[in-house]
């Protein structure tokens, strides 16, 4: 695999400068600001908050995904990009590694971000509190709040095996 870390690194700025990865990131903390906004749990109840917001979050990072995955190839090879690996010699396996590498760095990144101005912002609007039935806790804060971080952590392989079908199917009909 001649070259990988050669085209990580290109294509690591390559994202950074792109407009598409851009419109991602502006649509995930989008996706989050609408999801905390429109929630219409009661005080204390930024768990069931937070745990729609994620999966929002989710649904829109994966359609974003699949579409950063899906032209990851053929987008290099439309703008031009390509050339620069043209220019040394690099094995396509290599290219690929990198462009899948760059890809789950991506969903793992805009992941993180939704999560960090999601959680913060629904524990100011709404607070995180016990699950409570009548005067009965069912569940503690400090229970939830370490499930919460186990549970937000499980989408990230969905969300990587998602950009990597698109970047297959890139590489496939390229």
Do not use: K, N
């Not at 989050?32 to 929002?56: D, H, K, S, Y």
């Not at 590498?101 to 971000?113: E, F, G, M, N, R």
Request: some cysteine; proline content about 4%; aromatic content about 6%.
């Amino acid at each position: 695999m001649t070259g990988y870390l050669g085209c990580l690194r290109l294509l690591a700025i390559l994202t950074t400068v792109r407009h598409l990865p851009r419109f991602v990131l502006a649509s995930t903390i989008g996706a989050v600001l609408l999801g905390v906004a429109f929630a219409t749990e009661g005080p204390g109840q930024g768990f069931l908050v937070l745990a729609r917001v994620a999966g929002l979050l989710v649904a829109v990072l994966s359609a974003l995904l699949a579409v950063l995955g899906a032209v990851a190839v053929a987008g290099d090879a439309s703008q031009g990009s390509l050339r620069a690996f043209l220019l040394r010699p690099v094995a396509r396996p290599a290219l690929v590694f990198a462009q899948a590498t760059v890809l789950v760095a991506t969903a793992a990144v805009l992941y993180a971000i939704g999560l960090g101005i999601a959680v913060p912002l629904v524990g100011w609007i709404h607070g995180y509190d016990a699950v409570r039935l009548g005067d009965y806790e069912i569940t503690s804060a400090a229970a939830l709040a370490d499930h919460a971080v186990r549970l937000l952590i499980l989408p990230l392989p969905a969300l990587a095996a998602t950009a990597l079908v698109a970047l297959l199917v890139s590489v496939i009909v390229d």
